[in-house]
């Protein structure tokens, strides 16, 4: 295993989200087709947080468990395309999310946690890779994921087809 770390330059070199919907702002170890490790730091300026009111108690700034998941879904895509980024959408292989299941949530996430994620290769084929694995805070468990299935497919079979005429602008 790597403890090369990637900071929030590297990971948009590798896959293409970038602010507000990049939710992975580092990685702390990865071993390239089995397993990796990344952090999300949530805080109180996150976009999701914008118009909370202002009373209503600790609920109003539970971290939203879609935004939990896509994170962990990010980290996820790191370990599947770490051999063969692709930063840029609009060239080479998209990464599709196919499907996602066994979710388990066992704990609230607040601004001020710092998340782990950790994912793990449960098989590879060909472009398609099975993932699963956890997020943590603290050391205590915050969620499950049983698979997550990622498919790298060519722009060009996933792209409609440009209006005859149209010049994409």
Not at 69 to 94: C, F, H, I, R, Y
Not at 123 to 151: N, P, S
């Amino acid at each position: 295993m790597s403890s090369w770390a990637a900071d929030a330059d590297a990971i948009t070199r590798i896959i293409p989200h970038r602010y507000p919907v990049l939710l992975v702002d580092r990685v702390t170890e990865v071993d390239p087709g089995r397993t990796l490790t990344a952090l999300k730091a949530v805080t109180v300026g996150e976009p999701c947080y914008r118009g909370a009111p202002a009373h209503g108690g600790p609920a109003r700034f539970h971290y939203p468990r879609p935004l939990l998941v896509e994170s962990w879904a990010q980290a996820a895509v790191l370990l599947a395309v770490w051999d063969t980024p692709n930063p840029d959408v609009t060239t080479g292989k998209v990464e599709l999310a196919g499907a996602i299941d066994r979710i388990a949530f066992h704990r609230h996430v607040l601004p001020g946690d710092l998340l782990e994620h950790r994912v793990r290769v449960v098989r590879a084929v060909g472009d398609t890779t099975i993932l699963a694995g956890e997020t943590r805070r603290d050391g205590d468990l915050v969620a499950e994921v049983g698979h997550f299935i990622v498919a790298l497919r060519p722009l060009a079979s996933v792209a409609p087809p440009l209006a005859s005429g149209h010049t994409g602008h």
